[in-house]
């Protein structure tokens, strides 16, 4: 089957192949995927385009991207690593409208290396599976779309073409609405369908609308027609008695003859052929791929072979409705002295719930990694009613530590936590309260290699040290007493991290939650 079916283990939204490639016929995705050659060389062929993939290029397939893989004389190794848009446009609604395209040669070096980093990131995350790794492979993967977006992104203009954004490059991608074109003729496909008719959907010229066609995906309008076509006829072939001349003509096709050159074209045999190769057969991506998986230690030996860092996390993964919070670059202070910028320019942050909250004394054991913040004595860049961003200084590009607090609970918690009289009434606030909430925080204007500090305390620990307080240990015993300081003590982590101009910073909570982060570059 041409359209390949990704399937996403471990509830991640990223799936990652590091194999020798011998032949991977054609197919496309519905998903996004970035090709990584960590060894040797590959041919890539995109559509009717074929490329050389030498060790250290890449190369993005967006949706629906028709290509296929084969080797050359030479052994390779190769990362396939693919990206469930439905889950990250949740975060980055636009993602399918926009364009991705790796240029080897005109990119700068230092925005392919932060890619290569970040690929690498992934890539070892997966291989060690430490404690919690799902959550660091969906934060570097965050890390590897902002990178994307803010270096190899291409966006459509009012007349229908994709420019670059970072205006560095001349357009390379001619192809307004493609997306909505596709659509349209995936569902049309059957019948006698023309490009005068799309254009006209389009409203644009049939010229026009033939180049934008022929540049974005390598194929004319008929031959991406008759690709679909074939694509779609495969079912009927596998899963049916049918005959050739019927499936034919039920795909479209004018005459047989027609139909069986384009699915050799694309099969590489007569449907015949294909039919008694796979009918009754899972058609699986190993089904038609040849590749052999390369094992951890080969993948990892190819990987600090081209790049650097360290790789850990301790985290666990919550898939959850996230609270973005942006961060813009610094513009000066206002006329209170404070920082202006996106989150801070309307009103003074000192006003935000989470002071009024946490200055309470009867809060002092759930505000205790607050205190920890407010003592560096940094300036305050972002706040609400739960988190506070503080940095040294005011500008994002001099900035090279920043530190972010952030908390479980929502606006009616918040109140609670203002009203209560003791820490009794905190302690069943905390047992009670069970909401699970995804922070993503975005700084943009952060380009590097940073390390990342983070101090958390969830739920289960904030209820030990309340109860410990409220029932001193008495007659405890030592080991009782020990066991009750480890119960009660904070998650400490230490992870690296490369960003390229939006870091991103991600943590969940269920129940109750508060983690300290602080972002150092190396």
């Known amino acids: 089957m041409l359209r390949e079916k990704i399937f ?29 050659v960590l060894s040797g060389s590959i041919v890539l062929k995109s559509g009717y385009y074929t490329y050389t993939l030498k060790q250290g290029d890449m190369f993005i397939l967006n949706d629906r991207d028709m290509h296929s893989l084969e080797r050359t004389d030479e052994d390779n190794m190769v990362m396939m690593l693919q990206m469930d848009l439905s889950y990250f446009e949740r975060y980055y609604p636009d993602l399918r409208d926009q364009f991705f395209v790796v240029d080897m040669e005109e990119d700068k070096e230092e925005n392919l290396s932060v890619l290569r980093n970040i690929m690498a990131e992934i890539m070892m995350e997966i291989l060690q ?4 790794y799902e959550h660091k492979v ?10 994307l977006i803010s270096d190899f992104c291409y966006v459509v203009n009012e007349d229908g073409k994709f420019q670059n954004e970072t205006g560095g490059k001349t357009s390379k991608i001619l192809a307004g609405r493609l997306n909505r074109i596709m659509d349209y003729m995936y569902e049309n496909y059957e019948r006698k369908l023309t490009l005068s008719e799309i254009a006209e959907n389009e409203k644009l010229s049939i010229y026009y609308l033939s180049h934008i066609i022929k540049e974005a995906t390598g194929l004319s309008f008929q031959d991406l027609l008759s690709y679909i076509r074939v694509e779609e006829s495969e079912r009927l072939l596998l ?4 005959k050739i001349g019927a499936i034919a003509e039920e795909m479209g096709f004018s005459a047989v003859r027609y139909y069986i050159k384009h699915f050799e074209q694309w099969f590489g045999m007569h449907p015949l052929e294909y039919r008694k190769r796979y009918m009754g057969k899972s058609m699986t991506r190993e089904s038609r791929a040849k590749y052999k998986r390369c094992t951890p230690m080969e993948i990892e030996t190819a990987i600090h072979a081209l790049t650097r860092g360290a790789f850990a996390e301790t985290e666990d993964k919550l898939v959850l409705k996230p ?9 000066g202070d206002d006329d ?39 003592d560096l004595g940094e300036t305050v860049l972002a706040a609400g009613e739960n988190y506070v961003i503080t940095a040294e200084g005011t500008d994002t590009k001099d900035i090279s530590r920043l530190s972010i607090l952030v908390y479980n609970y929502d606006e009616n918690v918040g109140r609670s936590l203002r009203k209560i009289h003791t820490e009794n009434d905190l302690l069943r606030l905390v047992r009670h309260y069970d909401d699970e909430i995804e922070f993503l925080i975005r700084c943009n204007g952060f380009s590097g290699l940073y390390r990342i500090y983070r101090y958390r305390m969830d739920r289960e620990n904030l209820a030990k040290k309340l109860t410990d307080s409220l029932n001193p240990e008495g007659g405890a015993g030592k080991r009782d007493m020990l066991i009750g300081r480890l119960t009660g003590a904070p998650t400490v982590t230490t992870n690296t991290y490369t960003s390229s101009d ?5 943590t969940t909570f269920q129940g109750m939650g508060v983690e300290l982060i602080l972002v150092d570059r190396i």
Do not use: W
């Open 239 to 242: 899963e049916s008695g049918k």
């Open 336 to 374: 209170n002295g404070q920082p202006k910028t996106a989150e801070t320019s309307a009103k003074d942050p000192k006003e935000a719930g989470i002071f009024t909250i946490m200055e309470r004394s009867v809060n002092d054991i759930l505000a205790e990694p607050y205190h920890l913040l407010m």
């Open 502 to 506: 939006v870091l991103s910073v991600r």
């Open 129 to 132: 599976k430490g404690q919690g």
């Open 323 to 331: 609270v973005i919070l942006d961060i813009g670059t610094v513009v």
């Open 8 to 36: 996403y283990k471990d509830e991640l939204p990223v799936s990652v192949i590091t194999a020798n490639i011998v032949d991977y016929p054609f197919h496309f995705h519905d998903d996004m995927e970035i090709v990584y």
């Open 138 to 147: 969906i934060e570097s993967t965050h890390n590897l779309i902002s990178c």
